[in-house]
């Protein structure tokens, strides 16, 4: 890892006062030896994986990390400030704090030595040796893989015990897995591992990270007692460990209560609780913090299904865009490619391009109810899912009936999940029994029972939106534009984002009018704390007016995330701003009938938008309501002089700037 970090990556006595400040001050060490190219984007994808989930951990520990496309090798740099910076560990603030920055495409070996550092810091020598340093080469030494000072031996060797210590009778296998699968995976793993051992109890962990993951023997899990996952992506390959006692909950879970998560397993072995044989439940269906409602676990499983289905929507979606851009609103009745097909024509192109979105695009209602379904049941939810999706284009139900099936097909194999096998047939559950009995409930209640219906609604849902004009069209404009400014790309934003694309798989006029408000609205939040960052700079941090200069780029590109720093720092005020100004800009939109037949907004999809100057017009306004907002707000919580900000004047006298309390 010497190469990874050198003195001039380490920063003992760091000056920040904020996570982000802190960030912000250790990439820019990193600008410096050429190892980010950009320093904003670079920290606007730092403050995107933090928006996921906090990174800081007990013990005074902060590992802010990303993977970036603006980190040309892989990077990591160590900051300990005077004071504990809060990165949301249970325990309190963190005065370690390491920045970890993997480029976009980091290769296994050096993400493998990343998990050795996470690893490492479950080590109280080695925490300790980093706290006690005091020079910056010995402690990148010390980090690049160096020996920490080992502690004065006792006076008196303890006397060996008189009999040697019988193996430990209890066995577990385990799996960790983060988002990002650089620290949290590896953490976890070894706070299990120790905990194990401080327990008598054997432990074997099998990390799921970036780095891929090596199996654990098959003989080992079936030699096991318990089970726990430690996850917040899927679990792979997880019937392997079916049939036995099993813990699921989140990856840090496993990092802060790692006993009692051995305790809770062998409490169920005791108890005599075991998992159904075909790989029961799922990361959502079990996962999660006690307590966890139903209504929390819906809302999960229907973005598991919209994540997935996005990338067949993007593809899609904007090969046909280009093919109407290039060819016309005639390209689709243009013939077959396979059949007709003129090298220099460029109409032939176009068709080329619209009739291979169109049938990336015919996915988009079976993947959506496939994934529903994994995201209920894991892998035996797949095939019925898809099925039930498939059904439901054949009977025109539409996305409505994509939803409905992927429900069904997950609820059904959950179902069977849950009757109790004889061992024999435990192994051809998964491959055949589910699959044949589920995928035939699913086709019987969408041919026969529920489909009809939903087909109906989604008929009249069609005609609605096509039927759209004047005041209805307005006030679902301000629905959904305050929908996509609430939580700046959270689930709200996607639920509005995913009635949108539902719409584009029937389009008609009043689809691509909601398309092209709810992109609109989008684009408003990062636009315009940017436009407020210049306006009124003495109301802002200097961490948020360089913010500010990403949320140009960010907000013309239709990454709304981009204004989550300004939200993370002044909710109460930034929040109720962007939603103002998105209301403004989706009502515009439809009252401007502006259309949009591609599923993604920013610039570079304005040649396809109808009525262009009209939309860019709606557009402005929302960004210019929203700045004026958060301004207004901001000074009237006495920050107008920017006196208490790293404001202009403090920046000239080269006074040391003061970040204020987050809200």
Known sequence: ??????????????????????????????????????????????????????????????????????????????????????????????DLIFLI???????????????????????????????????????????????????????????????????AAFRIVAVTSCPTGIAHTYMAAEALEQA?????????VEPQGSAGFTRIDPAVIAAADGVIFAHDVPVREKERFAGKPTVDVGVKAGINRPAELIAEVRGKAARGETTAPAGTGSPVDEAGDPGEGYGTKLRKWLMSGVSYMVPFVAAGGLLIALGFAIGGYTIDKAPSVAEHFVWT?????????????????????????????????????????????????????????GLAAGLIAGGT??????????????????????????????????????????????KALTDWLSGLSGTNAIILGVVLGLMMCFDLGGPLNKVAYAFAVGGLANPNDGSLKVMAAVMAAGMVPPLAMALATV????????????????????????????????????????IPSA???????????????????????GIFVLPLIGNPVLYLIAILAGT????????????????GDGKNLDGAAAAESGAAPKVPATV
């Not at 480029?103 to 706290?131: C, E, K, V, Y």
């Not at 194990?196 to 074997?204: F, K, L, N, P």
């Not at 619209?354 to 988009?364: D, E, H, M, P, T």
Request: glycine share 12%; hydrophobic share 50%.
């Open 624 to 639: 210019a309501v929203s700045a004026a907002l958060v301004i207004l707000l901001k000074g009237m919580g006495g920050r």
């Open 413 to 458: 194999v959950m179902a069977i999940q849950r009757v109790k096998v004889p061992a024999a047939l435990r192994g051809i559950m998964p491959v055949v029994v589910i699959p044949l009995i589920s995928s035939a409930v699913v086709g019987f209640l969408m041919f026969l029972v529920v489909g009809k219906p939903i087909a109906e609604l989604q």
């Open 579 to 601: 939603m103002a100004g998105g209301a403004v800009t989706g009502a515009l939109s439809m009252l401007f009938e502006c259309t949009l037949r591609a599923p993604h907004g």
């Open 535 to 574: 306006v009124r700079g003495g109301l802002f941090t200097r961490t948020e007016r360089e913010n500010g200069k990403a949320a140009w780029v960010l907000g013309a590109s239709f990454i709304t995330e981009g204004a989550i720093p300004f939200a993370a720092a002044d909710p109460l005020r930034v």
């Open 196 to 204: 194990g051992q401080a327990e008598g109890v054997e432990v074997v």
């Open 101 to 167: 920055a993997a480029p976009a495409g980091a290769d296994d070996a050096h993400l493998s030595i990343l998990s050795a550092l996470a690893r490492r810091l479950m080590d109280p020598d080695f925490t300790a040796a980093l706290r006690a340093a005091t020079d910056p080469a010995a402690t990148a030494s010390l980090i690049g893989g160096g020996t920490p000072p080992e502690a004065p031996a006792p006076a008196v060797e303890p006397e060996p015990p008189a009999e040697e210590t019988p193996p």
């Open 1 to 94: 890892m010497s190469d990874m970090i050198t003195a001039d990556l380490v920063d003992l006595d760091l000056a920040a006062e904020t996570k982000e400040a802190a960030a912000r001050s250790l990439a820019e060490r990193m600008v410096a030896l050429g190892r980010v190219t950009d320093l904003n984007g670079f920290l606007a994808d730092v403050a995107a994986r933090e928006a996921q989930m906090p990174t800081g951990l007990d013990g005074g520990i902060g590992i802010p990390h990303c993977r970036s496309e603006h980190v040309t090798e892989p990077t990591l740099a160590f900051g300990r400030p005077a004071e504990g910076i809060d990165f949301g560990a249970p325990d309190g603030p963190a």
């Open 345 to 401: 024509d460029s109409t032939s192109w176009a068709a080329l391009l619209f009739q291979v979105g169109g049938l990336a695009f015919s996915f988009l209602v079976p993947v959506l109810a496939g994934y529903i379904a994994y995201g209920m049941a894991d892998r035996p939810g797949l095939v019925p899912g898809f099925v039930g999706g498939s059904i439901a284009l054949t009977i025109n139900a539409g996305f409505l009936g």
